[in-house]
């Protein structure tokens, strides 16, 4: 069976300063793997590298989508081919309602992968039974994209967006920032609504705080650039207590 | 709206390179010779079988124009024009007198297809009846200088609208012309605006008498198609009392090498308790890529609210011409008159914009509305240039401008240069003005959702002008929005 997510000997640098020292990772259809580590250990570094993003150099290694070379395919590419990425900091849009952005999206990837569009009642549909599944206020559609929206609102519409776009592969970068207990739930709960046998996840965070909500089958610790240690979701539970400064020295 | 959905799969498959309308129709034309003389103006005016009062009309016109000059305050630049050098009349050869639309040349029909013109008004150029009831627009096409086909004569006749090219309602109509003609947008008024007053060809007349509401949204498709034919419309729309009209003006033109010279001239007339709606969707021929060719739009556009409550609003979307040099205005004359201005301008490539309004507060308790929204890409320059003026004696004036700019790319250029006046002390005038860049990370998320660059600009400029895009009629907006995906292609990456 070919796995989901391959990642061998990635290497990746910003602006001459190399962040990524060879990580390798794997992930299956099914799972999700936490990926817990230091500030500045590479961890949004990898999430973006995955995504595409302008003014990152790959300087080693290969990422395989469903055995499909990664770094061969555009952005926009990777994302009709079910990459998502839940940004830390969802974008603004003034002028752009988020039906419209939503619609927008889920057309383009379609076309890019020669599927029909779906008609706009057809999209109000499905938006309207995700968004109540997800508890989100329908006013929050007509409302455009991410402007003016609480840090919780921002997350919930993510994850709007991750559940219309059904993609296979998610990665959430750092999901639980600016979000108080409450939303975090919220959000987190929605996220677990979309756990799905052919789905894989990647999980970032700071703190094991969002495992307790997103429970994970896999935790690694990413320390300057490299997968230092794997283990279940106990590591998390036992890092909390320990902290990152052993992998910090290690890697030093 | 399939109608709609139809019209921009058309504008879709339309496959020339950059500019997206770039053709040219055989149609065998009928043109004066070049250059410009008192004999030229009066060939013109001999061909539309004028009154003797216009030929002097024209003929005073052209001897004021030789005096001026040419203006040169705008921030464009262009190389100097041999008005020597031009056609000024051109008219396609009828075979013989049109009796109904089936008998237009089957060659412009196809010219409108092209150009994507909304299925709804093909039909109606076509002469398909469409269902008691349903909105509909009434076309005046403008083939070059002269309109070809008009729609719905009858029903806009039994309203006691008259909506007809100039040109025949000269002959029709000749009192009420002779009564409004150049009261707005005077024959001295400016270089372009004298010129245009000399030696113009055609445009449409609409009048609504009082207490009509026009039953219809009246459009004009103009479209410049003769080599090195100076286009100069002349459009005059007078609402009387109480009377409400909404007009659509939307053009494009061929692809040329030679630089074609626009000099349009539109006056709006609004008396007591009356409304105009103007919005214009300009695309004209913007250059290639390295900025040659391409056309020079020099547009008058004044509308006068002459009457009490009365209300002008101009509507445009400006994204083609190598030189746009255009300032729709409104003289609040009449007490609690409005203005508005609502404008969206693009320019990419090597396009030069100069454009803005002036609101002329004139009466008591007059308002006025600007909202401008600039963008500019490639090597392109866009300017917003306006003027808010209040009269001594035009208390309570009331004035709210916003001008937005958007930039994309680090090689254009975007000015604001308002101009205030307020010589009355209890007027209010505020001004907002903002400048930003399209963001690399908003354009970012976009692409991660599956959109590319170039549709992630373009919904991402969609949003920026939104507040615009909201004026127009549904059938242009749509338009609109489309086009401005278009005429920002290649502006990134």
């Not at chain 2, 005046?140 to 100039?166: H, N, R, Y």
């Not at chain 2, 498709?221 to 009209?245: H, M, P, S």
């Not at chain 2, 103007?278 to 290639?288: F, R």
């Not at chain 2, 005038?429 to 373009?458: M, N, P, W």
């Amino acid at each position: 069976m070919t796995a989901l997510l391959e990642i061998r000997d990635l290497k990746a640098e910003v602006a001459g300063r190399q962040i990524l020292n060879g990580l390798s990772l794997t992930v299956n259809k099914g799972e999700i793997h936490a990926i817990m580590g230091p500030n500045g250990a590479g961890k949004s570094t990898l999430s973006y590298v995955l995504a595409g993003k302008p003014g990152y150099e790959i300087t080693g290694g290969e990422v395989l989508l469903n055995g499909e070379d990664l770094f061969a395919m555009a952005a926009d590419e990777r994302a009709a081919k079910g990459l998502f990425l839940a940004f830390q900091y969802p974008l603004e849009i003034p002028g752009v309602a988020t039906l419209t952005f939503l619609r927008a999206a889920l057309n383009a990837q379609r076309r890019k992968r020669g599927e029909e569009e779906l008609s706009s009642p057809d999209l109000m549909k499905r938006v309207r039974e995700l968004s109540k599944k997800l508890g989100i206020d329908p006013d929050m559609l007509r409302r455009p994209l991410n402007v003016g929206f609480s840090g919780g609102e921002k997350k919930r519409n993510e994850t709007l967006q991750m559940a219309l776009l059904e993609p296979l592969l998610c990665v959430l970068d750092e999901t639980d920032s600016g979000l108080d207990i409450d939303a975090l739930k919220v959000v987190a709960n929605g996220v677990n609504q979309l756990r799905a046998p052919e789905r894989g996840m990647i999980v970032i965070t700071h703190y094991q705080r969002l495992l307790d909500y997103i429970v994970p089958d896999v935790v690694h610790v990413l320390a300057a650039g490299r997968i230092v240690e794997t283990g279940g979701k106990d590591l998390a539970l036992q890092l909390e207590a320990t902290g990152y400064a052993q992998y910090q020295g290690e890697a030093a | 709206m399939a109608a709609v959905q139809e019209t921009i799969e058309q504008v879709r498959r339309i496959d020339v390179e950059q500019y997206k309308y770039g053709f040219v129709t055989d149609v065998e034309s009928d043109k004066a010779p070049k250059g410009l003389s008192e004999d030229i103006v009066r060939f013109i005016s001999q061909k539309k079988n004028e009154p003797e009062w216009m030929l002097e009309w024209r003929l005073e016109a052209y001897r004021r124009w030789l005096t001026m000059r040419e203006p040169d305050w705008a921030r464009v630049n262009y190389p100097k024009i041999d008005y020597q050098d031009l056609y000024y009349y051109a008219a396609p050869k009828k075979k013989k007198e049109l009796a109904s639309l089936d008998e237009v040349d089957p060659e412009i029909l196809k010219t409108y297809e092209k150009l994507g013109i909304p299925l709804r008004e093909q039909e109606l150029l076509a002469g398909v009846v469409r269902p008691e009831g349903e909105r509909r627009i009434a076309v005046d096409a403008v083939f070059d200088s002269v309109s070809v086909a008009t729609t719905f004569q009858k029903e806009l006749k039994d309203a006691g609208v008259i909506f007809m090219p100039i040109s025949e309602a000269l002959r029709e109509y000749p009192e009420l012309v002779r009564k409004y003609l150049g009261s707005v947008v005077p024959a001295s008024d400016n270089y372009f605006a004298t010129l245009n007053s000399a030696v113009f060809s055609d445009g449409s007349f609409v009048y609504v008498p009082e207490g009509v509401r026009c039953p219809m949204e009246l459009s004009t498709y103009f479209r410049i198609n003769e080599k090195n034919t100076g286009q100069f419309e002349r459009t005059l729309i007078i609402a009387d009392k109480g009377a409400y009209v909404s007009y659509l003006e939307g053009c494009t033109a061929p692809q040329r090498d030679e630089n074609q010279l626009h000099a349009a001239v539109v006056e709006l007339v609004a008396m007591d308790d009356a409304e105009i709606k103007y919005s214009t969707v300009q695309n004209w021929y913007p250059g290639n890529a390295e900025g040659v060719g391409g056309i020079y739009n020099f547009v008058t556009k004044r509308g006068d609210c002459r009457g009490d409550n009365s209300k002008i609003s101009w509507t445009q979307v400006e994204t083609g011409s190598a030189i746009t040099w255009k300032y729709p205005s409104c003289i609040l004359r009449g007490d609690n008159s409005s203005g508005e201005f609502y404008s969206i301008a693009i320019s990419n490539g090597h396009q030069q914009v100069d454009s803005g309004t002036k609101m002329i507060h004139l009466g008591k308790n007059t308002s006025s509305r600007i909202v401008s929204k600039g963008i500019s890409a490639g090597r392109s320059q866009n300017t917003y240039r306006g003027l808010v003026s209040a009269h001594r004696k035009a208390k309570g004036a009331r004035n709210f401008t916003a001008c937005d700019s958007l930039l994309i790319g680090d090689q254009c250029g975007a000015h604001t240069v308002p101009y205030m006046e307020a010589k009355n002390p209890t007027a209010v005038f505020e001004h907002e003005a903002t400048t930003s860049k399209i963001s690399e990370d908003v354009l970012f998320y976009c692409v991660q959702r599956g959109l590319s660059q170039e549709e992630a600009v373009g919904l991402v400029v969609n949003g920026f002008v939104k507040d615009v895009l909201q004026q127009l009629p549904m059938e242009f907006a749509v338009e609109a929005q489309k086009l401005i995906s278009i005429s920002l292609e290649g502006s990134v990456g």
